[in-house]
């Protein structure tokens, strides 16, 4: 048993990874994340930065990407469709919880 | 060990097709994937599912699984017969992705994540260390003050005689103050060890709010009601609030004559810019079960000029 107390980082828009960082962390090659981009799945912090930089949220939603990719052989216009739909019914699934706290929480 | 009906779990009949197979995994795939649903056993389904699939889309697989016979029934007490896979030759690293999580029954008849003996690894292979998902349960007031928690992984891992064995860990996590539902920690480096030298894999935690009887959760703001009572509402008052944070003494505006919102500003989740807590007023009456209560609503009804259905013109 590891008695040391771990600290990691939440995946939120404070934090930020460089590009290598970004593609180490998703496993995937740059050629895959550049593809993300294009296909606008992903932003980076500053568009017309030299070096791309990428927040933790994006972090989080290439990762679902590329989970998406692999387990349903979705293409990319197509993961970017489901994501943003996927957005929307979170976004949804919390208002409909404002209306009915007591059972809308599913 | 529980026989595993493949073809139940995939919904299709023994003699289907290997397309028709392909496109009842896609369909169910969809349905149970962990980042569609939000169903509370998707993640158990979809990898039932994966499993089947891992089966059953490999012809020689598929034949080994089916001369195992077809009276064995899902959840039946399973022993693979001796030599039950002779002259069945299984592919080797035909699992992409999260192999680990498979059951027992597919690890007794294709060996651990597919891998079976003699996976050895050769001069200069090197793979990075699977990424590593958990999801962990904590209260509201966890994410008012920080908190810690215990996570025990399951991690596939080559030994130095190149055979894959389970490997238990405990990790202590903290959980920073101020993260919300649905938010991911990294912990790089956590996650399964990379193999010949290779960078370990990483370790995410999905955050989950515990549901709370009294709290409701949005992003940084939380929501709670509070009864009050008719008098505190119209003449005014000063109530304490059991907030996650502790308590607050709050003042009801006088003249407050329906239910309505007050904003605790600050009082949500903490963090750079903190959420609100929103107290949700609820004007509740008492019953009128004694004669003095009853007396009191009488004088009520003679004395105050009020129709609350003025405004319907009835």
Redesign the interface.
């Known amino acids: 048993m590891n008695e040391r107390l771990l600290s990691g980082i939440v995946l939120d828009d404070a934090v930020e990874l460089t590009f290598d960082e970004f593609c180490l962390a998703c496993s995937q090659s740059s050629t895959w994340v550049v593809e993300l981009v294009e296909e606008g799945v992903l932003e980076p912090v500053d568009t017309e930065a030299d070096h791309w930089r990428f927040t933790g949220t994006s972090l989080v939603r290439a990762q679902a990407a590329r989970r998406l990719q692999r387990d349903l052989d979705v293409n990319l216009p197509g993961i970017a469709l489901a994501l943003d739909l996927l957005e929307e019914i979170n976004e949804l699934r919390e208002r409909l919880g404002r209306l009915l706290p007591d059972d809308g929480r599913g | 060990m529980e026989f595993r009906d493949y073809y139940e779990v995939m919904g299709v009949s023994r003699d289907a097709t290997q397309d028709e197979i392909k496109k009842a995994y ?1 369909r169910l ?2 349905k149970y ?4 649903s ?1 169903a509370a056993d998707a993640e158990e389904r ?1 990898k039932e599912v ?1 499993e089947a699939y891992a089966v059953l889309k490999d012809p020689e697989k598929r034949a080994a699984y089916d001369q195992l016979g077809k009276n064995w029934k899902s959840g039946e007490d399973f022993r693979p017969p001796p030599d039950w896979d002779a002259g069945f030759e299984f592919s080797e690293g035909s699992f ?2 999260d192999a680990g999580g498979f059951s027992d029954f597919f690890e007794s008849l294709f060996g651990q994540g597919g891998f079976r003996a003699g996976g050895r690894p050769q001069g200069g292979f090197r793979v ?1 260390g699977e ?1 590593h998902h958990a999801k962990v349960l904590i209260d509201l007031e966890d994410a008012y003050r920080g908190a ?1 928690r215990s996570i025990s992984l399951k991690a596939p891992e080559l030994t130095p005689e190149g055979r894959v064995v389970t490997r238990e ?6 959980i ?1 103050k ?2 919300r539902q ?7 480096g ?1 996650g399964s060890p990379g193999i010949g030298g290779a ?1 370990a ?5 999905e955050i989950e709010f515990n ?1 709370h009887t009294r709290y ?1 959760v ?2 940084r703001d939380v ?1 709670m009601r509070l009864p009050i009572a008719p008098w505190e509402a119209a003449l005014g008052s000063s109530v304490t609030v059991k907030t996650p944070a502790g308590d607050v003494d709050m003042k009801v505006p006088a003249g407050t004559t329906r239910s309505r919102k007050l904003r605790l500003k600050g009082r949500g989740i903490p963090g ?1 810019s903190p959420g609100d807590l929103y107290v949700e007023l609820d004007i509740t009456l008492p019953p009128a079960d004694s004669e003095k209560a009853k007396k009191l609503y009488e004088n009520m009804r003679d004395e105050l000029a009020y129709d609350p259905r003025e405004r319907m013109g009835a």
Request: net charge positive; proline share 9%; no cysteine.
């Open positions: 896609r795939a969809r994937h962990p980042d569609v939000k979809f994966g992409g992705g990075q990424d810690s860990r405990t990790l202590n996590v903290r920073p101020g993260v649905g938010q991911r920690i990294r912990l790089a956590q960078p894999g990483d370790l995410y935690l549901p409701r949005e992003g929501f750079k």
